[in-house]
């Protein structure tokens, strides 16, 4: 009759007894070993394209003159920032008119909305913070940050706003840290994320050589440091993410080597461990080491007429970047497979003896 030991499935037919064929598959898949690939589906590139109204979305290892994996078109207004959420499904798309487009992660096309929220003046960067469901826009228009519920739709009234008293660009949520770091033109803010209203700073980035015309920005939890698109000066600019006051970059990525040409947009790769930036005046993304500095050509570039990129400007990443995601199963080890055979050997006399017993 069948019976179950310390998990094991058992058969025993009169005086014998044997394991199960659970226990076979286990020696086979021991004896055999593998690595299992499987493509990283979710690694892909959003870009907003000022001069065509569009979303271009490229796979993460996309280099060269390669043309978009999917495209979303008929924008009403010029796009600006745009923030992936991975969590629910969506993409979010601000525009120069103040008005937010909510898509589908898949959308393609002219696709119809989920939803939008109006009531801006001039949108910029936005960012989804799917832990506390909140969304978080750049306004230009009014030099404040706007904070609405991550469902909201319409007309909707924001939670709350915080003034940071310059024409904001950049806007990213650290919620690990509970903070809300801001790009304006000559310095980037640093909130308490429920920051509400004229909110003094926690701590102020700014630096003695202004580098002009902040963009873009993220925050590297992995590595501590804070990453910002550098359009002024045609750069990436990396500061300690703790950093304060009038504070050099530990490391800026810059000179005529990179391609970079008014960067508007960055984001990071950590599959590949390199930085995406989108130059505007050039048509172009380009991809450097996590480390790089100074005059460093791209590691790739995605240029050409069949990309269909067309002024870009911010961008979302979503997935690793990488070209596969793998699962390891440890190749064959000879002595393992003699051990797991002894022991289900050891199994069956145990169920043997208790059975004579």
Request: proline share 5%.
């Amino acid at each position: 009759m069948d019976r179950t030991v310390n998990g094991w499935a058992v058969v025993t037919t009169g005086p014998r007894s044997r394991v199960r064929d659970v226990a076979k598959g286990l020696a086979l898949a021991a004896f055999v070993g593998a690595t299992a690939v499987a493509p990283d589906v979710g690694a892909e590139i959003f870009v907003t394209n000022d001069s065509s109204s569009s979303v271009t979305v490229y796979a993460g290892t996309a280099n060269g003159n390669q043309s978009p994996a999917r495209q979303i078109t008929g924008l009403t207004d010029t796009p600006r920032g745009i923030a992936a959420d991975t969590v629910n499904g969506e993409i979010l798309v601000a525009t120069q008119s103040g008005t937010l487009f909510v898509y589908s992660i898949n959308a393609n096309g002219a696709a119809s909305t989920l939803r939008t929220i109006t009531g801006g003046n001039d949108f910029q960067g936005v960012h989804v913070d799917t832990v506390n469901n909140e969304i978080f826009i750049a306004d230009r228009g009014d030099s404040s940050i706007r904070v609405y519920a991550r469902t909201d739709s319409g007309a909707a009234v924001p939670l709350r706003t915080v003034d940071v008293g310059a024409e904001p660009r950049g806007v990213f949520v650290d919620t690990v840290a509970n903070e809300l770091v801001v790009t304006v033109p000559d310095r980037v803010l640093v909130y308490s994320r429920t920051a509400t209203g004229a909110a003094a700073t926690l701590r102020d980035i700014t630096w003695s050589t202004p580098p002009g015309d902040l963009s873009q920005v993220f925050v590297d939890r992995a590595n501590d440091e804070i990453v910002v698109a550098n359009h002024g000066s045609s750069a990436i600019r990396v500061w300690s993410r703790t950093a304060s006051g009038d504070v050099a970059p530990l490391r800026s990525i810059i000179g005529a080597s990179t391609l970079l040409d008014s960067p508007r947009g960055v984001a990071f790769c950590p599959g590949t461990n390199e930085y995406v930036a989108a130059a505007r005046n050039n048509d172009l993304l380009t991809t450097y080491s996590r480390t790089a500095v100074n005059d460093v050509p791209p590691q790739r570039t995605i240029s050409g007429p069949a990309t269909q990129l067309s002024s870009p400007r911010f961008l979302a990443v979503t997935g690793s970047c990488s070209a596969i995601a793998s699962v390891s199963v440890p190749a064959t080890d000879t002595s393992a497979l003699l051990v797991l055979l002894a022991l289900l050997g050891l199994a069956g006399m145990f169920q043997l003896h208790r059975r004579r017993t």
